[in-house]
């Protein structure tokens, strides 16, 4: 499917799950839906760098709330729509994946997930010590009762989330199918053949921590409208850290449905387990999850349904063609 | 300076430790040449410097011109060095054409060669597989080759980059006697293409019958140099190499 189509298609159907959530008359549905679209972003953008290129990030806290606090600065500075706080986000997000990228370059493994770590705490420490965005005391964020058309405020919110799962989605497939998908597949297969094969890994690398980073920089941008008041501890979340990780794995981390199938999974199990247990079991049941999925299926859920196929490679979902000349072939 | 690849005075320390000593070598368009040393002599250390997986602290190397000084590995095979590693390293989660594909779609493509088209680049992955006997497991992952098939992709991995130099590093290491004359069967026709090959090789019959010129290292120093015949009779080499 040609990705416009893809694009178009995935608009269709979050438009069928908002006149869903909608029909229920429920206002709880959207607050629930935000956070499970929320973790899509950031499970998919986790998946562009931990998933296809093999580098394991444990910081993705750190970019999530750095999108919130620069919504948070710009929202001091000076009010702008959520849409334009996003695209600022984003880009703070992304020169700092980029900056986090370069710094990194030649680490690996578990080096490279220490400094990612690292990153998560000097952030952490340098906002809870600037007081501009609250600092330690948190910040607060008025948000509007209602906004139209959309009647309630958190309507308005689960639509942004809504539109930026779907771009999320788009770029990864986009991403998975081009020459810069085949070039991931080698850095988290043999880099050393990579670049023997003419890869160029290190700028390759600088490209995911850069989308990647971007990408959870705008998941966490409308997240002190749906919060309302944000304080370091709840930006900079260890679930999100968490989630980000296991939800992936859980769904298979080779391809764009694996994190998308994880992110409902995980995302509706811990809504549910919210409002019946408490929202303290959340982890636990990341963890058990995570547990038995790392013993029963290593690659996932998608991984399981390749096993009973068997007709393509784990790493390849889908045909994957490429166009040497095709816009997304810039490196 | 006329040679395809021109070495200088290459020199490798690893600490204390002397990996290569003052290395100089010329290699012409279209030559055979053997690469033959006891292990732990500097062989590989030696490709690796000159495939720019290491960087060498004295001398340099010039490829088709060019100074490489400096250059990345990527960069290097997009100049046209290509590379096969002594124990086979495929794209382990990519399917054989998929891994002839890469180096097509990095080097090839990059160059701003005649492939530009998905088609074409599919027409020529099936190709190289074709030439290299895997067409029927195109679409398998590497971990259903045996060992013979897996050098087979290497080589079709690394004809895929359309080099002018070729270094084979120890592709026949651990194959039959039918599955080297395979393999050499394979490089020479790639010779006959115009590719210049380097072959290191412990299989003296095979390193014999392919190679027009043999270079011997010892202890990261290059001992001899010359015709096979003559450099096997060097008493030299036969005192560090062959044993006698």
């Known amino acids: 499917m040609r990705s416009d189509i893809f694009f178009v298609s995935c608009l269709v159907v979050g438009g069928i799950v908002f006149a869903a959530a909608l029909a229920l008359g429920n206002d709880y549905y959207f607050f629930a839906g935000y956070v499970v679209l929320q973790y899509i972003v950031l499970s998919t953008a986790w ?65 490279f997930a220490i400094a ?34 959309f009647g309630s405020y958190i309507k308005y919110l689960f639509m942004i989330m809504m539109l930026l799962a779907v771009g999320a989605i788009t770029v990864a497939r986009l991403i998975e199918r081009s020459r810069l998908g085949y070039g991931f597949a080698t850095i988290r297969d043999d880099e050393l053949a990579a ?49 980000s990780i296991a939800m992936p794995l859980i769904g298979g981390t080779t391809s764009w449905v694996g994190p998308l199938i994880g992110a409902i999974l995980l995302g509706s199990l811990q809504q549910i387990a919210t409002v019946t247990i408490s929202s303290a079991v959340n982890l636990l049941i990341v963890g058990f999850l995570l547990v038995g999925f790392v013993i029963a299926a290593p690659n996932g859920i998608i991984g399981l349904v390749h096993k009973y196929i068997q007709h393509k490679p784990v790493g390849q979902v889908g045909r994957r063609r490429v166009e040497a000349d095709s816009p997304e072939a810039a490196p | ?98 891994n002839v594909r890469i180096p097509l779609l990095y080097t090839v493509a990059a160059r701003g060669g005649a492939l530009r088209a998905a088609h074409d680049i599919d027409e020529r992955c099936a190709d190289l597989l074709r030439e290299v006997g895997l067409d029927a497991k195109a679409r398998h992952l590497p971990r259903d080759l045996t060992q013979v098939e897996m050098r087979k992709l290497e080589l079709a991995r690394a004809m895929a980059a359309e080099p002018k130099l070729l270094m084979a590093d120890e592709s026949m290491a651990g194959l039959t006697h039918s599955e080297v004359e395979e ?21 003296m019959r095979a390193v014999m019958s392919f190679s027009q ?16 015949n003559e450099v096997v009779r060097n008493p030299e080499v036969e005192r560090a190499y062959l044993g006698q």
């Open chain 2, 213 to 228: 010129r043999l270079v011997v290292l010892v202890s990261g120093r290059m001992i001899a140099d010359g015709e096979p």
């Open chain 1, 195 to 243: 670049e023997a094969s003419g890869v160029p890994t290190l700028r390759l690398k600088l490209i995911a921590t850069t989308i990647s980073g971007a990408l959870m920089g705008m998941a966490g941008a409308p997240f002190p409208y749906y919060i309302g008041f944000l304080q370091p501890s709840s930006a900079f979340g260890l679930e999100y850290a968490v989630n």
């Open chain 1, 47 to 111: 998946n562009i760098l931990g998933g296809y290129c093999g580098y394991v990030n444990f910081g993705s806290a750190a970019f999530f709330a750095l999108g919130a606090y620069t919504t948070v600065a710009m929202h001091r500075l000076h009010p702008m729509p959520i849409p334009v706080d996003v695209v600022f986000g984003g880009v703070v997000s992304g020169v700092v994946g980029f900056g986090m990228g370069y710094l990194t370059l030649r680490l690996r493994g578990a080096f």
């Open chain 2, 183 to 203: 393999i050499l069967t394979l490089l020479n026709r790639l010779n006959g293409q115009g590719v210049t090959i380097i072959l290191i090789e412990h299989i």
């Open chain 2, 1 to 98: 300076m006329t040679g395809l690849l021109e070495i200088n005075s290459l020199g490798k320390r690893f600490g204390g430790f002397v990996a290569l000593e003052s290395i100089s070598l010329s290699v012409q368009p279209g030559e055979r040449v053997g690469l033959i040393g006891p292990n732990g002599s500097g062989k590989s250390t030696l490709v690796n410097c000159i495939c720019g997986t290491l960087h060498n602290e004295a001398g340099s190397v010039h490829f088709d011109g060019h100074l490489l000084d400096g250059a990345t590995a990527h960069q290097r095979t997009r100049r046209g060095l290509a590379r096969t590693f002594q124990l086979p390293r495929p794209f382990a989660s990519l399917s054989l054409i998929d």
């Open chain 1, 116 to 149: 990612t770590l690292a990153l998560a705490v000097v952030l952490q420490t340098l906002i809870v010590n600037w007081d501009y965005v609250g600092g330690s005391r948190g910040a607060y964020i008025v948000r509007p009762e209602s906004f139209a058309p």
